[in-house]
């Protein structure tokens, strides 16, 4: 298994990780800082909550283990080694991706810009961009306030960082991207919405997916984090309803870090009085399935084995005790 992680108030180079773990024997067998490089945002980065840091998503291409920064695709070794990476002037705040192993392409989401990019492996560049709110559709559909351009030429890595995304009432924080039927599924956190990309439609708007994480689908089971509300979400794409959810917080791993992160809270509070609260408690995210279990990542960093069929927590795994180390990658 493979995690990544975010540190809240870390500097950039400590600000998160790439672990390649054993859960069974509850082992790390290697860990490796991951930060952006050329260009680096290190002096141009001053929100200490995430923004540039951290590992995002997580995939295997043939001999290569993948993980993104915030605006690269970092080609690892079995050492966990860079052997060579894939960047682009639209390729900024990556999250989630989805790996089309057929055709041998990567769809990424670019959140911090409202974009989709599409990767070639075999040709190692970007072959395609969706630009949400260039789409008429898509506008009228999401209620933004109008349709808009992007010029891509434009090196976004680094003149985006200081964007003011809380208070872009257009930003949808596309963060979560899948396949289902053939169609092009996203997460729209801002407004709770799984979008249809390819039919231009809105799936489900739910408020318990605003703020989410992750999207994963099982057979008709559409799967994601209540990143805000500590639970894991479960919807029926077939017939449209929600199957259950399953409150974290009843496991009793989770009770005691539940308090210790609002402890946190209060002295961020006492000592940083100009900046908000980087650290959330159980903050859900990283999300992959196994057959009738899941793996879940939380904050402070744990993996929970769920059997999600009957809500019970079957193992554990604590990477770190402390709220400020969050997971945000997973991989199986």
């Given at each position: 298994?493979?995690?990544g992680?975010?540190?809240?108030?870390?500097?950039?180079i400590?600000?998160g990780?790439?672990?390649?773990?054993?859960f069974?024997?509850?082992?790390?067998?290697k860990?490796i800082?991951?930060?952006?490089?050329?260009?680096?945002?290190?002096?141009v980065d001053?929100n200490?909550r995430?923004?540039s840091r951290g590992?995002?998503g997580?995939f295997?291409?043939?001999?290569?283990?993948?993980?993104?920064?915030?605006h690269?695709?970092?080609?690892?070794d079995s050492?966990?080694e860079v052997?060579?990476k894939?960047?682009d002037?639209?390729m900024v705040?990556?999250h989630e991706?989805?790996?089309?192993e057929?055709?041998e392409k990567?769809?990424?989401?670019?959140?911090?810009?409202n974009t989709?990019?599409?990767v070639?492996l075999?040709?190692?560049?970007?072959?395609?961009?969706i630009?949400?709110?260039?789409?008429e559709?898509?506008?009228?559909?999401l209620?933004?306030?109008?349709k808009?351009?992007?010029?891509?030429d434009?090196?976004f890595?680094?003149?985006?960082?200081?964007?003011?995304?809380?208070?872009?009432?257009?930003?949808m924080?596309?963060?979560?991207?899948t396949?289902?039927?053939g169609d092009?599924l996203?997460?729209l956190?801002r407004k709770?919405?799984?979008?249809n990309?390819?039919?231009r439609?809105?799936?489900?708007q739910?408020?318990?997916?605003?703020?989410?994480?992750?999207?994963?689908?099982?057979e008709d089971?559409l799967f994601?984090c209540?990143?805000?509300?500590?639970s894991?979400?479960i919807?029926?794409?077939e017939?449209?309803?929600?199957v259950?959810?399953?409150?974290i917080k009843k496991?009793?791993?989770?009770k005691?870090?539940d308090i210790?992160?609002?402890?946190?809270?209060?002295?961020?509070s006492?000592?940083?009085l100009?900046?908000y609260?980087?650290?959330?408690?159980?903050?859900?995210r990283?999300?992959?399935i196994?057959?009738?279990f899941?793996f879940?990542?939380?904050?402070?960093a744990?993996?929970?084995?769920?059997?999600?069929?009957?809500?019970?927590?079957?193992?554990?795994f604590?990477i770190?005790?402390n709220p400020?180390?969050?997971v945000?990658?997973?991989?199986l």
């Amino acid at each position: 298994m493979y995690i990544g992680t975010v540190v809240r108030s870390g500097s950039i180079i400590n600000g998160g990780k790439l672990l390649s773990i054993d859960f069974e024997n509850k082992r790390i067998n290697k860990s490796i800082s991951i930060f952006p490089q050329n260009p680096s945002t290190e002096k141009v980065d001053t929100n200490k909550r995430g923004n540039s840091r951290g590992c995002r998503g997580i995939f295997k291409y043939n001999e290569f283990l993948v993980a993104c920064d915030f605006h690269s695709l970092l080609f690892l070794d079995s050492n966990l080694e860079v052997k060579y990476k894939i960047s682009d002037h639209g390729m900024v705040g990556l999250h989630e991706l989805y790996f089309d192993e057929k055709n041998e392409k990567v769809y990424l989401t670019s959140t911090t810009i409202n974009t989709i990019i599409v990767v070639d492996l075999k040709m190692r560049k970007v072959v395609d961009r969706i630009y949400l709110n260039s789409d008429e559709k898509i506008v009228k559909d999401l209620s933004l306030s109008s349709k808009k351009k992007i010029n891509f030429d434009t090196d976004f890595r680094i003149s985006s960082i200081a964007k003011d995304l809380k208070n872009d009432s257009d930003h949808m924080h596309l963060n979560a991207i899948t396949m289902y039927k053939g169609d092009i599924l996203v997460l729209l956190n801002r407004k709770g919405i799984i979008y249809n990309i390819t039919k231009r439609e809105i799936v489900l708007q739910h408020d318990n997916l605003i703020g989410g994480h992750n999207i994963s689908i099982s057979e008709d089971l559409l799967f994601s984090c209540n990143t805000l509300g500590h639970s894991l979400f479960i919807y029926s794409l077939e017939k449209k309803v929600v199957v259950k959810e399953i409150d974290i917080k009843k496991f009793k791993i989770i009770k005691f870090l539940d308090i210790k992160g609002k402890i946190i809270n209060i002295i961020d509070s006492c000592f940083f009085l100009k900046r908000y609260k980087v650290v959330k408690s159980l903050f859900c995210r990283g999300l992959q399935i196994d057959g009738d279990f899941v793996f879940m990542g939380t904050s402070p960093a744990i993996v929970l084995k769920i059997n999600w069929k009957n809500g019970t927590l079957i193992d554990s795994f604590k990477i770190s005790s402390n709220p400020r180390v969050c997971v945000h990658g997973l991989f199986l």
